[in-house]
């Protein structure tokens, strides 16, 4: 079939002339949700160690001393810290309830990253939840070993 006069032939894969599809309204950008994953990061990782670290400087004195025991049988024999079992129990609620808190910040500011919501604060927390076990495990190790050794020269 010959080309009809004066029809302009437009390939199928051509791009839409300008304004034919409505652009969406551009939507002001809250960066709410990058604020809140920094905090929740700046929490889990600074409040957890402390308190870790404040346990675990209860801890070491009464592990110290022990640190000389050897295993009964093949296991430790865990009962020498019956009397800061509720230092114990501090130290472990400290750290997972940290590890639920870095896991929450960690996934929230990557959901910040990428709807551009608070992109630098997203970023941020990112950094700090992924810090937060290395601050934790160190702060918590130092205090722990720093009052072991006291409890050893007693």
Same mark, same amino acid.
């Given at each position: 079939?010959?080309?009809?006069?004066?029809?302009?032939?437009?390939?199928?894969?051509?791009?839409?002339?300008?304004?034919?599809?409505?652009?969406?309204?551009?939507?002001?950008?809250?960066?709410?949700?990058?604020?809140?994953?920094?905090?929740?990061?700046? *929490? $889990?990782? %600074?409040?957890? @160690?402390?308190?870790?670290?404040?346990? &675990?400087?209860? !801890?070491?004195? +009464? =592990? /110290? #001393?022990?640190?000389?025991?050897?295993?009964?049988?093949?296991?430790?024999?865990?009962?020498?810290?019956?009397?800061?079992?509720?230092?114990?129990?501090?130290?472990?609620?400290?750290?997972?309830?940290?590890?639920?808190?870095?896991?929450?910040?960690?996934?929230?500011?990557? *959901? $910040?990253? %990428?709807?551009? @919501?608070?992109?630098?604060?997203?970023? &941020?927390?990112? !950094?700090?939840? +992924? =810090? /937060? #076990?290395?601050?934790?495990?160190?702060?918590?190790?130092?205090?722990?070993?720093?009052?072991?050794?006291?409890?050893?020269?007693?």
């Amino acid at each position: 079939m010959p080309p009809t006069p004066g029809a302009v032939f437009q390939s199928p894969y051509a791009p839409p002339p300008q304004g034919f599809l409505p652009q969406p309204p551009a939507r002001p950008s809250s960066s709410t949700l990058g604020v809140v994953a920094l905090v929740v990061a700046l *929490v $889990a990782t %600074v409040v957890a @160690s402390l308190v870790g670290a404040l346990a &675990a400087v209860q !801890i070491g004195p +009464v =592990l /110290g #001393p022990m640190m000389r025991v050897v295993e009964v049988g093949g296991s430790p024999d865990l009962r020498f810290l019956t009397p800061v079992r509720s230092w114990v129990l501090l130290a472990e609620i400290a750290f997972w309830v940290g590890t639920a808190l870095g896991i929450w910040a960690l996934a929230q500011g990557i *959901v $910040a990253i %990428v709807r551009r @919501s608070g992109t630098g604060f997203g970023i &941020a927390a990112v !950094i700090v939840a +992924v =810090l /937060g #076990p290395v601050v934790f495990t160190t702060l918590v190790g130092l205090s722990l070993t720093m009052s072991a050794m006291s409890g050893l020269a007693r």
